[in-house]
């Protein structure tokens, strides 16, 4: 009796340290530089351990509220078949609220403009800045077994969220070392690069060969300047537009590419 006692307590101990399932869920987060509850989709992947010794790569998202089960499922099998090591996501819904004018919530967080005192809209980008470089991150290691190494970090964003990663990766080079960037929305408001081969940085940029045509032209100006400067990149396009769909079937290319061995220049 004693011993069966022995071994439920072990395999109790075992369920409670260590889910045999992936698991995808929503939780939330305050924002002290923004006043507001910020929603977040988080991935853990199957038998991960939160009271153990492994610290997992992390993939941080914009629009976290674009990720479907369909994603978990994608990753699932990623994992499942040793093409890619776990890993933990997390995905920072945006404020989809409008502001008025065709405008929401989420344009102002994810691309720059010049702050005017007299309109403190103007200040969002900076305060979205610090929440996510700083806050998202910060509450994420202390909940989640993930590793504090920058190369074991990855952004992705999509549209306006890859957007605003061009921008976190100007502003932060320091901080995660792979961006996967799909459909960059920017158009004319281009920023100059600032990037150089020793930040260490790695892009996998995508974009359909349907989309805007000012979408396809900022990537192309972005692959150059990475060649120009030996920045470790890979680019590809589908032939379709604007569409989740395409983001999506990307992203799995990417984690797929960017944990492979990579030529160095």
Do not use: C
Not at 76 to 94: E, Q, R, T
Not at 180 to 188: A, D, E, T, Y
Not at 211 to 230: A, D, K, W
Request: charged residues 20%; hydrophobic residues 35%; glycine residues 6%.
């Amino acid at each position: 009796m004693t011993q069966k006692i022995l071994a439920l307590l072990l395999f109790s101990t075992f369920i409670f340290k260590s889910d045999a399932q992936s698991r995808f869920f929503q939780d939330s987060l305050f924002s002290k530089s923004l006043n507001e509850q910020r929603i977040l989709t988080i991935y853990l992947p199957e038998h991960y351990n939160g009271s153990g010794v492994t610290k997992y790569p992390v993939v941080y998202t914009a629009d976290g509220q674009l990720l479907t089960e369909s994603y978990q499922h994608q990753m699932d099998s990623l994992i499942a078949n040793k093409l890619i090591p776990p890993f933990v996501l997390v995905g920072s819904h945006s404020n989809e609220n409008s502001v008025g004018g065709g405008i929401a919530y989420r344009n102002l967080d994810y691309m720059r403009m010049a702050y005017n005192p007299e309109m403190p809209l103007t200040a969002r980008f900076d305060q979205h800045m610090i929440f996510f470089s700083q806050e998202l991150i910060q509450y994420a290691e202390s909940n989640f077994q993930i590793s504090k190494k920058p190369e074991d970090r990855t952004f992705y964003g999509m549209s306006n969220g890859a957007d605003f990663g061009v921008a976190l990766a100007q502003d932060h080079p320091e901080l995660i070392k792979k961006h996967i960037l799909m459909s960059v929305f920017s158009g004319k408001s281009r920023v100059p690069l600032k990037w150089k081969k020793k930040d260490g940085l790695y892009f996998y940029l995508g974009y359909g060969l349907k989309e805007p045509e000012h979408v396809g032209e900022e990537t192309v100006r972005m692959e150059s300047y990475f060649i120009q400067n030996l920045i470790l990149h890979t680019v590809i396009t589908w032939n379709g537009g604007h569409d989740r769909k395409y983001w999506e079937a990307t992203f799995v290319k990417a984690l797929i590419r960017l944990n492979q061995p990579v030529e160095k220049k």
